[in-house]
């Protein structure tokens, strides 16, 4: 007896899951941006895709890292604005202020070590040749190459409800 093949996913569940937790990140970027910032202990690693379509920033910092880069909001980080579709902020790197916008759709991670939340993301295609411009600069946080945490962290994975 032959067995039937797999349906295709015409709905494109997968996407419309990354896009609902991408919401997550939105929304949490949209509670650090209100007047009383960040609750608590809270801060952010926001790790993105570099050549994503639609990020933007000081050339000179993009090119230092071409593939990936992680952003930190803490402590010094000014003029956060959570749009629709991509969030900007204003960071400090080597103590000079440099505004990025990343659109939700770059994020590839995002992790508050405080509550040890992490979501994952896929990575986007990446957009080879784009022009990345800078957007004026305001004062703002630290970035990161990489964390370094060591934690235990809360993965939500998106691999458990795929069919094998």
Do not use: C
Request: proline residues 11%; charged residues 20%.
């Amino acid at each position: 007896m032959a067995q039937d093949p797999p349906a295709q996913d015409l709905m494109n569940y997968e996407a419309m899951a990354q896009d609902a937790l991408r919401g997550v990140v939105k929304a949490a970027l949209k509670r650090a941006a209100a007047p009383e910032g960040l609750p608590g202990a809270h801060h952010f690693y926001i790790t993105f895709k570099t050549d994503a379509a639609g990020v933007s920033g000081p050339p000179d910092l993009l090119s230092k890292y071409p593939d990936e880069m992680t952003i930190v909001l803490q402590h010094q980080y000014w003029d956060l604005a959570p749009g629709e579709t991509f969030f900007s902020a204003t960071l400090q790197f080597g103590g000079q202020p440099k505004r990025l916008s990343v659109p939700y759709g770059a994020v590839t991670r995002f992790y508050d070590p405080s509550v040890q939340f992490l979501l994952q993301f896929e990575p986007p295609a990446a957009a080879p040749g784009e022009v990345r411009s800078a957007p004026a600069p305001a004062p703002a946080e630290a970035a990161a190459d990489d964390p370094g945490e060591k934690e235990e962290a809360k993965i939500v994975s998106l691999d458990q409800f795929r069919k094998k």
